[in-house]
């Protein structure tokens, strides 16, 4: 009797160990997730491409020879690629591409910041118009191939693109000059800094992959470089460590 009372003992201590074990596993896993998301998707994002820089918008109603309104614009591409080390035995596709929840967290000391989609029109790929600017979403479709006028994707990799733009840094007045160069050092005839446009960015960028929502969270420090006093800065990013996906559920 003492001896099967023992062997129970045995036997609950044991299974108490291994539900230990198993739970302890279970919160090693999902640790491991929260710190490095997703590492075997289909599509991955690959590159992200900065080009900052500067430009006038022309005011009407002046007698002056040039008359600026001063745009700082950050035009931002993004690169996915498929991802050769994913084995499936069905077809995957990219099903749209979104840019969402988009937040300033640290504004500039001057301006205010609009985020732009590309135009479809002739001519610019942005357009100041009202209704390019992006309130929520900016969503990109899967197509057979990227066209970033129209909003597609390439549903087998492709490229995106969006622009953020400090619309309100000021206007420039002059006679004097002989010509103007649009780019950041239209900046400092405000006599302004870059320190005095800088700003933080930040977003959620999701990839739905055959009906699949992955989604990481992105932040971006703009403009990427002394545009004032370089006129255009340009930055690459292609160690993406940094940018988590996770599985939407």
């Not at 309130?135 to 995106?160: F, P, W």
């Not at 930040?202 to 004032?228: E, M, R």
Request: aromatic residues 10%; charged residues 30%.
């Amino acid at each position: 009797m003492e001896t099967d009372k023992r062997k129970q003992t045995i036997k609950f201590y044991v299974a108490v160990t291994v539900l230990v074990l198993i739970l302890i596993i279970i919160a090693i896993i999902m640790i491991k997730y929260e710190v490095e998301g997703e590492q075997n998707m289909p599509f991955k994002l690959s590159k992200i491409i900065v080009v900052s820089t500067a430009e006038g918008v022309e005011q009407q109603g002046t007698d002056k020879k040039w008359a600026f309104n001063i745009f700082q614009n950050n035009d931002i591409y993004f690169y996915i690629d498929k991802n050769n080390e994913y084995k499936s035995e069905k077809q995957m596709y990219i099903d749209s591409v979104s840019i969402e929840n988009i937040e300033v967290i640290n504004s500039p000391q001057i301006g205010e910041i609009k985020a732009y989609m590309p135009n479809s029109s002739e001519g610019r790929m942005y357009s100041y118009a009202e209704d390019s600017i992006v309130d929520e979403v900016l969503k990109y479709n899967g197509a057979t191939r990227s066209d970033s006028r129209n909003l597609k994707i390439g549903n087998q990799g492709g490229n995106i693109a969006i622009r953020f733009s400090n619309t309100g840094i000021g206007k420039y007045e002059s006679n004097d000059d002989e010509q103007i160069v649009h780019d950041g050092t239209l900046i400092k005839k405000l006599e302004k800094t870059t320190d005095d446009i800088k700003f933080t960015v930040n977003f959620d960028f999701i990839i739905a992959i055959n009906k699949n929502k992955y989604k990481a969270k992105i932040t971006l420090d703009l403009p990427c470089g002394d545009i004032v006093e370089n006129g255009t800065a340009n930055y690459e990013k292609s160690d993406m460590k940094d940018i988590i996906f996770k599985r939407e559920k």
